[in-house]
Nanobody, 122 residues
Framework: QAQLVESGGGSVQAGGSLRLSCAAS????????MGWFRRAPGKEREFVAA????????YYGNSVKDRFTISRDNAKNSVYLQMNTLSPEDTAVYYC???????????????WGQGTQVTVSS
C-alpha cells in the first residue's frame, strides 16, 4: 500500500511558475512509476507527465511539453512537477499517481493522491 499527498498548488498569474510536490508514504516511491494528471472543470482527466522508477526516463503530454518538468527524489519518497510559463488553460486539479509502469493511461495507476488546485489568472 502507498499513500500519496500532493502539495504546492495555488494561484498564480499567467507566465508564472509553480512547483507541485507529491509525498509518498507506505511503500517507497521508488517502487512505482509515477505520473501527474489533471482535471479541469468540465473536462476529461488529462495526462501531464510520468517518470519511471528511478527517474531516468520522463514522458510528457503534448500540452505541457517544454514547459513542465517531472522529477523524483526516491530518498525523500517524493515526486515533483515544475510548471513554468503557466497559462489559464493550465487551471485544474492536479493529481499524482503511482503504478507498475510509466504510462499516460490513468487506469494503469494503482495509487492516487487527493489532488491540489492550480489556478492561473490572465
Amino acid at each position: 500500500q502507498a499513500q500519496l499527498v500532493e502539495s504546492g498548488g495555488g494561484s498564480v498569474q499567467a507566465g508564472g511558475s509553480l512547483r507541485l510536490s507529491c509525498a509518498a508514504s507506505g511503500r517507497t516511491s521508488g517502487s512505482y512509476a509515477m505520473g501527474w494528471f489533471r482535471r479541469a472543470p468540465g473536462k476529461e482527466r488529462e495526462f501531464v507527465a510520468a517518470t519511471n522508477r528511478d527517474g531516468t526516463i520522463t514522458y510528457y503530454g503534448n500540452s505541457v511539453k517544454d514547459r513542465f518538468t517531472i522529477s523524483r527524489d526516491n530518498a525523500k519518497n517524493s515526486v515533483y512537477l515544475q510548471m513554468n510559463t503557466l497559462s489559464p488553460e493550465d487551471t485544474a486539479v492536479y493529481y499524482c499517481a503511482g503504478g507498475p509502469t510509466m504510462t499516460s493511461v490513468p487506469i494503469e495507476y494503482i495509487y492516487w493522491g487527493q489532488g491540489t488546485q492550480v489556478t492561473v489568472s490572465s
